[in-house]
């Protein structure tokens, strides 16, 4: 008989603890959270992109390829020239330079 309900208190903490994990959610650590195991996912850095003009330098931020477009027919876009590249920042389009990140051209998106 003690061995039965001793089973049952072991059973009953596995499941409570069980729910417990459940309430707390995924784990927010490293690599973790809820958006582990999406696929890339764009950062959005804290300048925000409509204060750029061409001729500046696109922040360090942006020289990710997570943002580099490497489908601009399918946007709209002509082909970049050689040693340019475009950038997808928040629904617009920034061409930039390749060798120092300079911004030539700034399409907006459509919204």
């Known amino acids: 008989m003690n061995n039965r309900i001793v089973v ?5 903490s596995f499941a409570g603890m069980s729910a417990l994990a459940i309430a707390a959610g995924p784990p ?3 690599g973790g959270g809820q958006m582990a195991g999406m ?15 061409k001729g500046q ?5 942006y020289r990710h ?18 040693g340019h590249k475009w950038l997808g ?7 930039v330079t390749t060798n120092n990140w ?9 919204e």
Request: zero cysteines; charged letters at 20%; aromatic letters at 8%.
């Open 28 to 30: 927010q650590g490293e």
């Open 57 to 61: 330098r696109v922040p360090a931020e």
């Open 8 to 12: 049952q208190l072991v059973a009953l």
């Open 65 to 82: 390829y997570n943002f580099i477009m490497d489908d601009w027919r399918g946007h709209g876009l002509n082909a970049p020239p050689r």
């Open 39 to 53: 696929g890339r996912q764009q950062v959005m850095p804290s300048i925000p992109h409509r204060d750029w003009h």
């Open 89 to 95: 920042v928040n629904g617009d389009y920034v061409l």
């Open 102 to 110: 300079t911004i030539s051209n700034i399409v907006a998106g459509t």
